[in-house]
């Protein structure tokens, strides 16, 4: 009995196999199981195991000698050629990501400059010159996502990856623009308004649709401190106003199937913020200082 080592391909799979076959004597045939489902001829000539070519498989045999198996060829790249390739990954990486902090800095400059202006309106009446101060920021927000869109674009399919980078800033603007559009209107910021406003209108650089809706949560986190301002400074149909406003949100972001847990967590927070607004007009409508006007519904 010889003991003779078969070293199978698959060129289909590429998937290497190394059998061990017993062969009685030479010159003969025999069938071997290379793999479950299917069988190759094999030859004993010469000493040697010898596959013969079915469909699209090879077979690559050699015997042994002394019960010493023959050389079997391994192929791999070098360890430092490919640490090599991960070192130049990594450092094409870091530069993007050091383009991208210099100016998402840029983007937290800006949005502090427009909450620092926003906090004089929680504590007077809004004043056309005042919201006008805040809106005067959106060109430079729209330069400054077109700087990083032009960063982004440079390594496409990587949007994701470099995301988070700029996503709580992108909240927080979110947040700012939809507060001075209700001030202005009364009425919701959309998603695509929202996006023109910042030029992200891109489908390789976009406004991400969580990132609008958690922006809008965060807005509305404002409005019941915004409520007890404005009540105290005797604006005391404001609470009317913005109890209907957040109802109305409140009751459409109960239509989505929300999975996301950092959105999920800030829409439940949405209801205490109803709750407090509603505190506010309770007390405000027991002590009879309440107009007659009834507030205009969101979605009219």
């Not at 030859?43 to 077979?59: D, E």
């Not at 996301?260 to 205490?272: A, P, T, V």
Request: hydrophobic residues 40%.
């Amino acid at each position: 009995m010889r003991m003779v080592y078969c070293h199978q391909r698959q060129l289909k799979t590429s998937r290497m196999l190394l059998m061990v076959a017993w062969a009685p004597a030479r010159g003969t045939l025999g069938w071997i199981s290379l793999h479950s489902f299917s069988f190759r001829k094999l030859a004993i000539l010469g000493g040697h195991l010898v596959g013969l070519r079915k469909g699209s498989s090879a077979s690559y045999c050699f015997s042994t000698k002394a019960g010493t198996p023959g050389p079997m060829a391994t192929f791999h790249m070098p360890v430092d050629r490919q640490f090599e390739e991960f070192r130049a990954q990594l450092e094409e990486s870091g530069a993007v990501r050091d383009k991208i902090r210099a100016i998402v800095s840029d983007l937290d400059s800006t949005t502090r400059c427009m909450q620092a202006q926003l906090l004089l309106i929680h504590h007077s009446r809004p004043s056309p010159e005042a919201i006008n101060k805040i809106k005067a920021q959106v060109d430079s927000l729209r330069a400054i996502y077109n700087q990083l869109a032009e960063v982004v674009k440079s390594v496409p399919g990587q949007y994701y990856r470099y995301h988070d980078h700029w996503r709580t800033h992108t909240y927080t603007v979110v947040s700012l623009l939809a507060f001075i559009h209700w001030l202005e209107t009364g009425g919701l910021l959309s998603h695509g308004d929202a996006a023109t406003m910042l030029g992200l209108k891109d489908d390789d650089f976009g406004l991400d649709l969580e990132d609008y809706l958690v922006g809008l949560c965060n807005f509305s986190s404002e409005l019941p401190r915004y409520v007890v301002n404005q009540v105290t400074s005797g604006d005391y149909d404001c609470a009317k106003r913005v109890s209907a406003f957040l109802s109305d949100l409140y009751a459409a972001f109960r239509m989505l199937n929300l999975r996301n847990d950092l959105l999920r967590k800030r829409f439940d927070g949405m209801k205490y913020d109803l709750k407090k607004v509603e505190e506010v007009l309770y007390d405000v409508k027991i002590r009879g200082l309440l107009s007659n006007i009834e507030p205009s519904s969101t979605s009219k």
